[in-house]
């Protein structure tokens, strides 16, 4: 069983274990910085930070049968201040076409953008390489817990969600787009450029260029990468595609990965939150599935400044679908579900399920 919860201090060797995957820069660092990014989330989780941007809430998910950390998500509330602006290149196309010689071109075109009061985003999810066959779809879990969160917590969040995802990267595992623009207007290497990004990003809009780039003129590697994802960001693009999010025609300045962008309250899972009572006693593990999803008390049943989920098989309901009546699986996993989230007969809980509004 999976044991989805707030991140903490004593995290920090698996988040540094984490940080060792491929691809994943925004969990990389020195210990003493993952540690002040663990601090922050706690603080963010005991509502010890007032101001709304600089909270970030980090999820991880635990095994309960190793109590090994195997992946992690997060949700920052807001992305993009007048200090540290939100910046993407705005994809776009121009047409020219000449009467004299009868020819005309639509050219491609990026051009730097910036946002100070930018929406609430995900981001930061990433699996143990171990665990991604998982027959528990440890990566759905940890993705999705962000809404169940948010959507218990509506009040901590902006009216847009921000999902920024990776682009393909060369064989050299470098970025095309980058080693094409970014590494011509900086003097820099992505990883140099990405941790002092996390700290200042004055020098982006003093060295980025501030007129259209014509992607003709960008090799053609550099060209393919723009807006696209890659093999193993491909799941959770079609993931948010069908939950409600769209291609916002924006892509990440240094490596082009597209962004997708979702009004918050037509998030699909979001939109089913729903809290539901939970007769214990009636378990009965030969009843159909009638619903797929997470579930942790409702804010006032334990410590509200304490996140904890699980997910569940929910089996039989009365007319409004969402009354269940029992847990599905083996008595051991009821026993934990009721343990970990500390439940009894009669509990009301948060019900989502993971892709159905209805």
Not at 85 to 100: A, D, L, M
Not at 106 to 118: M, V, Y
Not at 329 to 341: M, N, T
Request: proline share 6%; net charge positive; with cysteine.
């Amino acid at each position: 069983m999976i044991l989805l919860r707030e991140a903490r201090a004593r995290d920090l060797d698996a988040f540094e274990r984490l940080g060792q995957i491929p691809g994943m820069l925004n969990l990389s660092g020195d210990r003493d910085q993952i540690s002040l990014r663990l601090e922050r989330a706690e603080k963010s989780f005991r509502g010890k930070i007032s101001k709304k941007a600089n909270r970030k809430y980090i999820f991880v998910a635990e095994d309960l049968e190793t109590k090994k950390v195997v992946g992690t998500s997060l949700i920052a509330p807001q992305h993009g201040t007048p200090e540290s602006p939100h910046f993407y290149f705005e994809v776009g196309s121009e047409q020219r076409f000449s009467q004299t010689i009868g020819t005309g071109f639509i050219h491609g075109t990026l051009e730097l953008k910036f946002n100070t009061d930018g929406p609430t985003e995900i981001g930061g999810l990433a699996v143990d390489l171990a665990s991604r066959n998982h027959p528990a779809r440890v990566g759905r879990q940890i993705s999705f817990v962000r809404f169940l969160f948010a959507g218990i917590h509506r009040t901590f969040f902006k009216n847009q969600v921000l999902a920024e995802l990776l682009p393909p990267l060369n064989k050299k595992g470098q970025s095309p787009l980058w080693e094409a623009v970014g590494r011509r207007f900086t003097n820099m290497d992505y990883l140099e450029a990405d941790l002092l990004c996390s700290k200042n990003k004055e020098f982006i809009l003093s060295l980025f260029p501030s007129e259209k780039i014509y992607t003709t003129f960008l090799p053609a590697e550099a060209r393919n990468a723009i807006g696209k994802v890659g093999k193993d960001t491909e799941p959770v693009f079609h993931m948010l595609k069908k939950i409600g999010f769209r291609y916002a025609h924006h892509v990440d300045p240094f490596d082009g990965g597209p962004h997708l962008i979702a009004d918050f309250d037509q998030i699909a899972p979001i939109q089913g939150i729903r809290k539901i009572s939970l007769d214990l006693k009636t378990f009965d593990t030969a009843g159909p599935i009638v619903a797929s999803g997470l579930i942790c008390p409702q804010p006032a049943a334990r410590n509200p400044q304490e996140f904890r989920a699980i997910h569940v098989d929910l089996v039989g309901s009365d007319s409004s679908g969402y009354r269940i009546h029992a847990l599905q699986g083996g008595a051991s996993d009821l026993s934990q579900v009721k343990d970990q989230l500390g439940l009894s007969h009669g509990s009301t809980v948060c019900f989502m399920p993971y892709y159905s509004a209805s």
